[in-house]
């Protein structure tokens, strides 16, 4: 062969090695656009999770506020309830003793009374025994 058959086949060998290696790349140049695509699309989508995310802890964080100010509440009125209560009681322990009270005036007085006209009846018969005295 002569040295121009050589090189011409040389070159038509380099020729098929340059178009594969071109192809190569082209190819390997579309699996790296694809995998440019995932991760923009990837990374999208984290940034929706992450904003997701960020929705849920600040609604977390407004229902615990919502949840410590209702059990606020909650203990406010039954602190308010058993202060009502305890009023209630001694108003009603009040009451009774009032009650107490005028019973034992109004015994008393029953007893002023009743004594009032034991003396008036023991009066009445000594002025009886003595009219009756006479009379013997």
Request: no cysteine; glycine share 4%; hydrophobic share 30%.
């Amino acid at each position: 062969m002569s040295s121009s058959t050589t090189t011409a086949l040389e070159l038509e060998d380099a020729e098929g090695t340059v178009t594969m290696l071109q192809e190569k790349l082209v190819g390997l140049d579309e699996k790296e656009n694809e995998n440019v695509k995932k991760v923009e699309d990837n990374k999208k989508a984290l940034e929706e999770l992450f904003r997701e995310r960020g929705e849920i802890i600040k609604e977390r964080e407004e229902t615990i506020q919502q949840l410590k100010d209702a059990f606020s509440k909650k203990e406010k009125l039954m602190l308010k309830l058993a202060e009502e209560r305890e009023r209630e009681l001694k108003e009603e322990k009040k009451e009774m003793e009032e009650q107490k009270k005028r019973d034992k005036e109004e015994m008393l007085k029953l007893v002023e009374e009743e004594k009032k006209e034991l003396k008036e009846n023991k009066r009445v018969w000594e002025g009886k025994g003595k009219k009756f005295s006479a009379l013997l």
